[in-house]
């Protein structure tokens, strides 16, 4: 036999992925000798043995690589033999994104699920079962590197047969370090909110048999309508059943939510189908290690509670991820599965906590005693264009970095107000922390102290250049200037800081055309502003076009009153006709007796900002369309506008533009009058969402004509509007335009700390 010996390269996501073990194992299993190690940019491999073994080697390590891992290049080259004794792994070169690489958490393998169900596997209803290629990660880190005794899982002391998993390079489970058993793991338990354990541990022979009867009573609870409280990987869920209305109405009730969709799990993608629409992309994305909650179009049926997703045309939907999960579902198919909270309060993680805090709305507690020490919401996904988007990053995706094109000076950015997330910018990654929600409660700004504090930490950096938004009176901006004194603050505009986010992820290195449309962010004339088009790079902007300012008559308080918007642009529209339009599209609340007033406000400013904002200016259609007046939630009445602008067609409604500034008075003044005259709302709806591109394409081509630039950049909150994203970029390229979006950090107000940290370490040099 004529041996050979092979330096192979592989390379693409090879690291901190169970990689080395499995190379190990397949190796070993056809008895080939030489070694694997992880190097800067790849896995090396030297493999000794007959070329027939070598090829078998590649086929197999091409076709099974493990889950987390994707191979995007291989290299060989044949080298002279060493005639080794054996195959083994080697130290491998620290890199900074393996040392300071901590995966996210990952949901249950099919290897693991399999086991789970089976009655002669010793982990048989396990509900903490996990590998090398699954199970908690994130979640459960205390400190860096990622070692068992860095995790919640330290307390437990492995059992032998454990143990020798754990140290076997041929077991699937070799370095799992949250590996446990029946008989050495954490336990979960079933207590009532009187506090009285429903199923005890004690007199049971099996432990098996103790954790079936806790799932079939929870199974049953559930499907007698009552609120589970149940331990998940990044925080507690509300769990209640999705076809039953009344138990999801005393959900809505208890936790003061009375619009805002709940997220759905369900079974598999055969009961999915039952309920949405979903393709083969959607599918890969519902099933993929990360496992997202992801936006599904709804499909008529009697199954779901109506009071699911009111005013909505999808529905948010997940799989079981974790072995609980599982076993919940091994005799159920639909739930509710919220955040456990109470309103918009961060995730409960502790056991203790859950108590307090969620005492009046859980009829239940499905606990466990897995430490829970990083809080990561599920993390929310959508297929838009054909290509995954993701609206808020946190499980399964945090704390993974984003890759950049080149080194920046290390950097902590706050990030906004709103869905707020915080970036740690070193060499050439963005370490982005999970989701953190808006800053408004003190539990909220506890979690973006713990978010600092922990990204900080698993990077080992401590930034002197610290980036935040420009507005004053964002509580990220204000703990910066009071908490950081001593360092260098960076104030970066919000709409810049949107498009530098984009730019960033795509690794586009020159200016562009950046369209930034969402809610609300302060500008540089201290107006809010959020209809911009900028030219931008990734030190500067321009401010090249916007949308004509209107009023916000009360300020802030039309963000959650949308009429008065309405009521704003009605005066704008029609000055002394005004009202009689009002009243005709029922603008005003019931409660509002003294309504010719508004004029003189309008006329005299009282109270009152002028804005550029896009969500605004969508806000007040939705108020004329849908006969809206308040919103539960910010964007609540443009996402209820686009689950309306369901009709095929659509006209160009008119509007100006002067100078780059776009004036779409002239857009709401026709909707109303055609309402008013009886035209199809449907229709209106969707001729509107296509109006603002018509436009913004307009402006754009403008600035292509003098300035030369090609690309565009779209991002903003408003872009989680399909209709807006899908149309934006195929009429932009209809015009030629390059055109990029964000693929990889939300759109919304969670991707802005990203731009932050870019702009700082840029204008810090
Ligand atoms: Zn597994
Ligand atoms: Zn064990
Ligand atoms: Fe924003």
Redesign the pocket.
Known sequence: MVVKRFRVKFFGIVQGVGFRPFIYREACSIDLKGFVKNVSDCVIVEIEGSQEKIELFLKRVRSNSPPLSKIEKIEKEEIFINNDKNFQILNSVKTLESKIHIPPDIATCKECLNELFDEKDRRYFYPFINCTNCGPRFTIIKDIPYDRKNTSMDVFN??E??SNEYKNPLDRRFHAEPI??H???PEIKLISNKGTEIVSWKQKSTKSGVVKEIINKVIKLLKQGDIIAIKGLGGFHLAVDATNFNAVKKLRSRKSRNFKAFALMVKDIEKIKKIAFIDKREEEILLSPQSPIVLLKKRKNEIIAKNIAPGLDNYGIMVPYTPLHHLIFSNLDYLVMTSGNFSDEPICIKNREVFERLANIADYFLVHNREILVRCDDSICAVYNETPVIFRRARGFAPSPIKLSKKYNTVLALGGYLKNTVCVLKDNFAFLGPHCGDLETPLSRNFFYENIALMQRITETEPDIIAVDMNPAYYSTRFAFDNFKHKKIVKVQHHHAHIVSCISENHISEKVIGIALDGTGYGTDGTVWGGEILIADEKDFKRAGYIKNFLLMGGDISVYEIWRIAVSLLIESFQDKWLIFAEKLNIFPEKIKNREIFYKIWQNKINSINTSSAGRLFDAIAAVLLNKKYVEYEAEAAINLEAFSTFKDFKILPYKIENNIIDFILTFKSVVERVVNGEDRNFLARSFHFTVIDAFVKVAKNIREINGLNKVVLSGGCFQNRILLENFFNLLKKEDFEVFYHLKVPCNDGGISLGQAVIAANKVK
């Open positions: 492995m059992c047969t454990c446990a058993c008989r050495c793991g």
